[in-house]
């Protein structure tokens, strides 16, 4: 499929740390993702009590949904500001601490202990900082990483999982020439070459 002249985008880190200061989260879903709680069988497999992993995190309202539940949850989030909206609106204290093997991270945790959102940039992280996870949520974050990095993500992604885990990936479908994303269009073909 003809990706147009998205292969080349670049969106900054600056230009995201922008849209959450602006407000210009359409991406973000207050509700939630219906997608999310008609797949969650999947991801959780009848599994109870397990790691579940937010890339791109933002403040998604479904990390509290699953913690709730009884899972622990982790997000990476390039944005203070949404990582603290997130706490701050669903009225959960939290803890805030330097993240030493990388520098200029923090991590911020639910004083309940199981909601830990790391601010810093995804690349930065791996499974000896974050662990491994038995599930992922991917609602908006392959669509949204810079083209040209996704081979480096999907080979995070599988770095960051168990042998037996689940990912739930939601992607977009449009025409790339028309809209010059993100969200971007990622083809089911280039899906299977990352992930196998």
């Known amino acids: 499929a003809d990706v147009g002249s998205q292969k080349e985008r670049v969106v900054t880190e600056e230009e995201w740390l922008q849209?959450?200061?602006m407000g210009n989260i359409g991406f973000h879903k207050e509700q939630g993702n219906p997608l999310l709680r008609k797949y969650l069988d999947l991801l959780l497999n009848g599994r109870s009590g397990l790691r579940i992993f937010f890339p791109l995190c933002g403040k998604a309202v479904e990390?509290?949904?699953?913690?709730?539940?009884?899972h622990s949850v982790v997000g990476v989030e390039v944005?203070?500001?949404?990582?603290k909206e997130f706490f701050s609106e669903h009225s959960l204290p939290y803890c805030e601490e330097p993240v030493p093997e990388i520098s200029g991270a923090k991590m911020f945790q639910s004083t309940s202990g199981n909601i830990s959102l790391y601010c810093c940039n995804i690349y930065d992280l791996s499974s000896s900082i974050v662990g491994k996870?038995?599930?992922?949520?991917?609602?908006?974050?392959?669509?949204?990483?810079?083209?040209?990095d996704r081979q480096r993500y999907a080979s995070l992604m599988i770095n960051l999982v168990e042998k037996?885990?689940?990912y739930l990936l939601v992607t977009v479908l449009y025409d790339p020439n028309k809209h010059k994303g993100p969200?971007?269009?990622?083809p089911e073909s280039e899906i299977k070459s990352l992930f196998g």
């Open 19 to 21: 849209k959450w200061e």
């Open 63 to 70: 990390m509290k949904w699953l913690a709730d539940m009884g």
């Open 79 to 83: 944005s203070e500001q949404a990582v």
């Open 133 to 148: 996870f038995d599930g992922v949520w991917d609602r908006g974050a392959l669509v949204a990483v810079n083209p040209r």
């Open 164 to 166: 037996n885990s689940s």
């Open 183 to 186: 969200p971007f269009y990622v």
